[in-house]
């Protein structure tokens, strides 16, 4: 089957799918040569009367939850579109951070209005792929023939804004979907263009498959992400030690550092190095050098064999030192997975412990297991089922399904509610809204508009922005 590229970008109502929403949505399809297919999406969904948006997000995207109810549409329409036109057989669907930022808000949205949370990133042939660590990769490895931008006082950035004025690509808006997305394909082509070895390497190892193949060699591999110090161009050499817990990864450990400084330590005691993260190399905390890499977020590795004499120089790597690591570390291999594994049971355990202390929230449970069986079989019926027909009840298993079918009809399709909907709906509201009194989302949300609006020398356009946020505060606040 042929591929095409799909590159896609969001705004959002904030950082954390489980609570913020999508307010734009825009991509473009390009054929294996980045060269346009059809027009782009360009899409607002329409912010709902449950949820608040974090002022700074909208300060930033200039997008106003009033704008979205004016000219976008409702979350259920904009999949209908997404599953049609979008997540079409043979997708690559790629972005600037969209596999840990846009692909989990795509997720959480899916779930929440009865679509399989994952079968469109990889069902039917289709695949997901990111710039972000492909650009780290580039960056560190192979930079000739771009120009890598640094910030005010020299620290090297990557930054899509930045990385577009420094190479002269046409970036007419930062922080809109869609000049994004363009900047995006600028960008993608320019690597490909400059160093299509890597382009295509990296390309081939957004398979999770492959991914594991190459780490769970033993051997090591030459590893690029942001959790590794920007001193080193976020790249180091690194060798798989560990399963994780869950299936799908492995944990590697940082060949800069000498595993003999960790096989001496208690579980207990590397849990606290292992959670104090630290990007600074050495590391003043004594941060255990060891990180967990998930498959199927297609991380830039290579094998070993790219690191050229230039690139070592470059990442002031030093082989010997790396030589000398790996047979302490094949040495004490055993013993240093089992410490690993008494060190992720711990953590698990505490996690476990944080998440039954949260109040629990049907919109945050995506993680809580798959769906299955009848239910899986049931989603296709509601999302089709006349939403004028307040008799249906759709006969989930799924206690989460249950949870989310009011709340489904509510923010897709408020006018259609019954009396005894929009009683439990305004119910929901007050108690996501102001449960908590002084310390409620919405105390918080007015406590962060005043502090933004007495900021020195904000703009007449900020200034339109905050009072545009104050006016929909107070326009959704459920009655007392």
């Known amino acids: 089957m042929s591929h095409t590229f799909y590159f896609y970008d969001l705004e959002t109502s904030g950082f954390d799918p489980k609570k913020a929403r999508i307010m734009q949505f825009a991509g473009q399809r390009t054929n294996e040569r980045l060269e346009p297919i059809g027009e782009p999406h360009n899409i607002l969904i329409k912010m709902t009367q449950d949820t608040l948006?974090?002022?700074?997000?909208?300060?930033?995207?200039?997008?106003?939850?009033?704008q979205t109810v004016t000219d976008g549409v409702n979350e259920a329409d904009f999949l209908e579109v997404f599953h049609s036109e979008v997540a079409t057989p043979g997708t690559i669907f790629v972005g600037f951070n969209t596999v840990r930022f846009d692909d989990e808000f795509m997720r959480y949205t899916n779930y929440r209005n009865f679509y399989d949370p994952y079968e469109w990133h990889w069902k039917d042939d289709r695949s997901r792929w990111d710039l972000l660590d492909l650009t780290r990769m580039t960056r560190a490895l192979r930079p000739d023939g771009i120009q890598w931008p640094v910030t005010t006082d020299g620290t090297p950035t990557n930054k899509l804004e930045l990385l577009a004025q420094a190479n002269n690509l046409e970036h007419t808006k930062a922080h809109d979907a869609l000049s994004d997305v363009f900047v995006s394909i600028s960008w993608a082509k320019l690597i490909k263009e400059k160093q299509p070895k890597l382009f295509e390497h990296l390309l081939h190892y957004r398979d999770k498959k492959t991914v594991a193949e190459l780490i769970e060699t033993g051997q090591p591999f030459v590893y690029s992400s942001g959790k590794y110090s920007g001193d080193y161009e976020k790249t180091t050499v690194a060798c798989y030690v560990s399963p994780t817990k869950e299936p799908g990864g492995g944990v590697v450990f940082d060949l800069r550092y000498n595993p003999a400084d960790i096989i001496s330590l208690s579980a207990t005691e590397l849990v606290e190095r292992w959670k104090h993260y630290c990007r600074d190399y050495p590391c003043p905390h004594e941060r255990a050098p060891l990180k967990t890499v998930k498959y199927n977020r297609c991380p830039a590795v290579a094998p070993l064999g790219v690191l050229d004499e230039a690139s070592q120089r470059r990442l002031k790597i030093d082989m010997k030192t790396i030589k000398k690591h790996v047979s302490v570390l094949n040495k004490h291999r055993e013993a240093l997975q089992a410490l690993i594994i008494e060190s992720l049971n711990i953590m698990v355990t505490q996690q476990q412990q944080r998440l039954m202390n949260?109040?629990?929230?049907?919109?945050?449970?995506?993680?809580?297991?798959?769906?299955?069986?009848?239910?899986?079989?049931?989603?296709?019926?509601?999302?089709?089922?006349?939403?004028?027909?307040?008799?249906?009840?759709?006969?989930?298993?799924?206690?989460?399904?249950?949870?989310?079918?009011?709340?489904?009809?509510?923010?897709?399709?408020?006018?259609?509610?019954?009396?005894?909907?929009?009683?439990?709906w305004e119910v929901f509201r007050k108690q996501r809204l102001l449960a908590g009194g002084t310390s409620s989302w919405a105390a918080a949300y007015f406590k962060q508009l005043e502090a933004a609006a007495g900021q020195p020398r904000l703009s007449k356009e900020k200034r339109y922005i905050l009072e545009e946020l104050q006016l929909w505060g107070e326009s959704i606040l459920p009655m007392e």
């Open 53 to 66: 948006p974090d002022p700074g997000a909208i300060l930033v995207t200039g997008i106003t939850p009033q």
């Open 358 to 424: 949260l109040e629990s929230n049907v919109d945050a449970q995506l993680y809580d297991s798959f769906i299955n069986g009848k239910d899986k079989s049931l989603l296709h019926e509601v999302r089709h089922h006349d939403p004028a027909d307040d008799s249906y009840k759709p006969d989930f298993n799924d206690d989460r399904l249950i949870k989310l079918y009011p709340l489904y009809r509510a923010r897709n399709y408020p006018s259609l509610l019954n009396t005894e909907e929009r009683e439990a």
